[in-house]
């Protein structure tokens, strides 16, 4: 069974990426959505999934650098590498995952965020 995410998931990231400011849509790979999800011990400590997805596009939004008024002018083009460590538990240890976000100013709508899986 493959991996999706929901459409109230989606919708609810696009509502924070238009409340941070983001200049366009947002897309979540559903594995990287996966990856996001706390699990029962991490969400219990107060951590969740929206959290997560906030982080990553602050730091996104921090690649972005203004251009110029226009959408298209402040959208850089090409690949923008994120960091990021996941807490895990029950034993608190984090866990380090690599994002590629996808971006041009050549008619895509959407910035897409992948999951680089370690072999990649």
């Known amino acids: 069974m493959a991996k999706t995410i929901s459409d109230n998931e ?3 990231v696009n509502e924070i990426a238009k409340a941070m400011g983001l200049p366009c849509p947002v897309c979540i790979s559903p594995e990287l959505s996966e ?3 706390p699990n029962e011990f991490i969400s219990g400590l ?3 999934y929206f959290e997560r997805v906030k982080t990553v596009l602050n730091i996104l939004k921090g690649n972005l650098i ?3 008024n226009s959408v298209n002018e402040a959208m850089p083009q090409g690949t923008v590498v994120i960091p990021l460590a996941l807490v895990k538990g029950p034993f608190i240890r984090e866990d380090f995952i690599t994002i590629k976000a996808e971006m041009s100013n050549e008619g895509e709508e959407a910035i897409c965020l992948n999951v680089i899986l370690k072999d990649e």
């Open 46 to 48: 107060g951590i969740q």
């Open 66 to 68: 203004p251009k110029g």
């Open 35 to 37: 990856l996001l999800k």
């Open 10 to 12: 989606a919708n609810e």
